[in-house]
C-alpha cells in the first residue's frame, strides 16, 4: 500500500510544528524564564536551540523519509544486515505510550479549565478557593477519567479521518487558531498596568541576574529546554518525515519548524511574564503557575472570564497537537508492524490508551501514596521521568549515531537525503561535531538530569545512578556491531 504524503508543505510545517509544541514551550518556558532571569536565559536558550535541536531533529526526519515507515520499522528498513539498531524500536513504543498516558489526562485538565472559565466558576473567587478547586479536580478519579476520555476520543477521531483530511487539514485550524489566540492574549497582557516591569525583565538582558542564578545552572537550564523543547528522540518526527516527498531539503524545512516553535515559547512568556508583574505574583511558581496562580489573575482582571476562556483555549490547543502527533505514531506502528487497517489500529489504541491513563489519574488519589520518585512524587512524575529524561535523550543519541557512523545507516546516506530537494543545505562540515561531540553533550543532559533528581537522597541517587548507567550501557549495546554487509 502506497505510504500516504501530505497534501501541502504548510500542512507538513504546521502539523510537525504542532507535534513539538507542546506544555513545554507554554507552560515550562515561561516558568524557566522566570526561574533564571529572563531575557539572559533566553539568549543562551536560542543558541542551544541551533546547536543542539536543530542538527538532531535535521536526523530524525531523515530517517522517516529514507524509510518512509515509523520508528517501529525504519531501524530496520535502513540499517547494515545483521545489527541490532532495531531494538531501540520497542524503547520508542514503550515512549510514545508513556507520553500519553499522563499528556492526555492533562490535555483533559485544560480542557476541563477552559469549560470552567468559560462558565464563570473563576469569577469573583479568592486565592484559597482557586486552590481548593485545583486540588477537588486531582482528589476525584471520575472527572480526571472524563475529561481524558474527552481528549483521547478527540484527537483519535482526527487521525482516524486519515492523514490530509484529517490529521493535516484539522490540524492546520488548530494551529492557527491557536497563534491567533496567543497573539491577542500577548497583545492584551502586555498593555496590562504595570506590565513594562515584566516586558523589560524579559526582553532586555540582565547578566547580573545570571550571576545570583548561579552561571552553570542557567547554562544547563537553557541546554535543557532547548533539547526537550521540540520532542525529538522517539519518532515523533520521524512519522511525519515518512508521509514528506523530497521536494523540499529537510534542513530549511527542520529551521522553520524550529522558528515555529520558538516563537510560540516566546509569545506564552509575553502572555504570562508581564501579567504576572502587573499583579505582583512570582514567575517562579513551576506548574501551578498555570493552574492555581494565572486564575487568580484572571479572576482580578477585568473581562477575566473571557481572557481565562482563551488562554487555556490555548494550552488546550497546544497540549491536542502534541497528542495528536503522539497518536498518530501509535496508529502507524499498528499499521507498520501489524499490518492493520487506520480505522482498526485507531480502535485497538483508544482502548489501550483509557486503560493505561488510569494508573497516573490514580496517582492523584487513590494511589497518592504510591511516590516512586521520593516523598512528594508521584505516577505521573514517574512517567515524566522515563520519557523526558530518558527516552527522549537516549533516542536523541541512537538518531545521531545511526546517521553519522559508519555501522550505522551512515553520513554519507544521511546527508544525501537531508538535502534532496530545494532549499537550505545541511552543512558537510558539521560532521565532527555531530559524530564526536553533540551525543556526549546529550550524555551529559541525560546524566545531569539523573543528577539533579537525586542529589542528596543518599542509597536512592545510588540506586537511580546505576539505572542510568545501565540505559546508557544498553545504548552502546544497540550501536556498537561493526558493519556488515548491507541488505
Given amino acids: ?102 499528556y492526555s489526562m492533562v490535555g483533559g485538565w485544560m480542557l476541563y479549565y477552559c469549560y470552567r472559565m468559560m462558565t464563570g466558576e473563576f469569577v469573583n473567587v479568592n486565592p484559597s478557593q482557586v486552590e481548593s478547586k485545583f486540588t477537588a479536580m486531582l482528589s476525584s478519579p471520575g472527572t480526571l477519567l472524563l475529561w481524558t476520555i474527552l481528549v483521547v476520543l478527540l484527537a483519535f477521531g482526527i487521525c482516524c479521518i486519515g492523514l490530509q483530511k484529517g490529521v493535516e487539514k484539522i490540524m492546520k485550524v488548530t494551529m492557527i487558531a491557536l497563534l491567533c489566540i496567543m497573539i491577542v492574549l500577548a497583545i492584551h497582557s502586555i498593555t496590562l498596568p504595570g506590565a513594562k516591569e515584566g516586558l523589560r525583565f524579559y526582553l532586555i538582558p540582565d547578566f547580573h541576574k545570571m550571576v545570583e542564578n548561579g552561571i552553570g545552572n542557567v547554562i544547563f537550564g537553557a541546554m535543557s529546554q532547548a533539547f526537550f523543547t521540540l520532542s525529538i528522540g522517539m519518532g515523533g518526527m520521524a512519522i511525519f518525515g515518512s508521509y514528506l516527498d523530497k521536494s523540499r531539503s529537510l534542513a530549511g524545512e527542520s529551521v522553520n519548524i524550529v522558528i515555529l516553535d520558538t516563537f510560540v515559547a516566546f509569545v506564552a512568556g509575553l502572555i504570562v511574564i508581564p501579567a504576572c508583574f502587573s499583579f505582583h505574583v512570582e514567575t517562579t511558581a513551576g506548574p501551578p503557575l498555570v493552574f492555581i496562580t494565572l486564575p487568580n489573575i484572571f479572576s482580578q482582571m477585568p473581562g477575566g472570564r473571557i481572557w481565562g476562556s482563551l488562554f487555556f483555549l490555548f494550552l488546550f490547543f497546544a497540549a491536542l497537537s502534541t497528542i495528536v502527533g503522539v497518536f498518530e505514531n501509535l496508529v502507524s506502528f499498528g499499521m507498520d508492524l501489524f499490518h492493520f487497517s487506520r480505522t482498526k489500529s485507531v480502535g485497538i489504541n483508544i482502548l489501550l490508551i483509557i486503560v493505561l491513563s488510569i494508573p497516573c489519574i490514580l496517582g492523584f488519589n487513590l494511589w497518592s501514596n504510591f511516590q516512586p520518585l521520593g516523598a512528594g512524587t508521584n505516577i505521573m512524575d514517574l512517567e515524566d521521568f522515563l520519557v523526558s529524561s530518558n527516552i527522549l535523550p537516549l533516542g536523541s543519541v541512537v538518531y545521531l549515531l545511526f546517521c553519522t557512523h559508519k555501522n550505522g545507516w551512515g553520513w554519507k546516506n544521511f546527508i544525501q537525503e537531508a538535502n534532496s530537494g530545494q532549499g537550505l543545505k545541511f552543512p558537510q562540515k558539521l560532521r565532527f561535531y555531530m559524530t564526536n561531540i553533540l551525543p556526549w553533550i546529550v550524555v551529559i543532559v541525560y546524566l545531569k538530569g539523573y543528577y539533579d533528581m537525586f542529589k542528596g537522597r543518599g542509597l536512592v541517587f545510588v540506586v537511580w545512578m546505576i539505572i542510568a548507567l545501565l540505559f546508557l550501557t544498553m545504548v552502546f549495546f544497540v550501536t556498537g556491531q561493526k558493519k556488515k554487509k548491507r541488505k
Fill in 1 to 102: 500500500m502506497k505510504r500516504e504524503q501530505f497534501a501541502s508543505r504548510l500542512g507538513f510545517i504546521l502539523v510537525s510544528a504542532g507535534c513539538a509544541i507542546g506544555l513545554g514551550n507554554v507552560w515550562k518556558f515561561p516558568y524557566m524564564t522566570g526561574k533564571f532571569g529572563g531575557a539572559a536565559f533566553i539568549l543562551i536558550y536560542l543558541v542551544f536551540l541551533v546547536i543542539i535541536g536543530l542538527p538532531i531533529i535535521v536526523c530524525e526526519f531523515s530517517v522517516g523519509r529514507a524509510s518512509q515507515k515509523s520508528i517501529a520499522t525504519s531501524y530496520n528498513h535502513l540499517e547494515p544486515e545483521g545489527s541490532r539498531w532495531h531494538y531501540m524500536r520497542w524503547i520508542a513504543i514503550a515512549g510514545n505510550y508513556l507520553l500519553v498516558m499522563f
